[in-house]
């Protein structure tokens, strides 16, 4: 894991280099609910690791090496 951040109601967001959590396919992304179990219905399959994660107005914003998430294609950016 590289990044975690509070949902507001108990539970947390994840992001790292992981595909699996508790058994269940994860992309790299995944909701972990009040009760402890992942969220079965959040799913964003992003392509690549996630480094960063914030929560603001109801909107999570991930950042990372991915170039797919959600569905959506991302652009890259390369930092040297």
């Not at 109601?9 to 609910?33: K, N, P, Q």
Request: hydrophobic share 40%; glycine share 20%.
């Amino acid at each position: 894991m590289w990044a975690v951040i509070a949902d507001g109601a108990g539970g947390w967001y994840i992001g790292g280099e992981f595909t699996r959590v508790s058994g269940l396919a994860r992309g790299y992304l995944a909701h972990i609910g009040s009760d402890r179990s992942v969220d079965s219905t959040f799913d964003a399959a992003a392509n690549g690791p996630v480094f960063a994660l914030k929560l603001s107005g109801g909107s999570l914003y991930v950042g990372g090496a991915f170039t797919s998430i959600g569905g959506q294609q991302r652009g890259s950016t390369s930092v040297a």
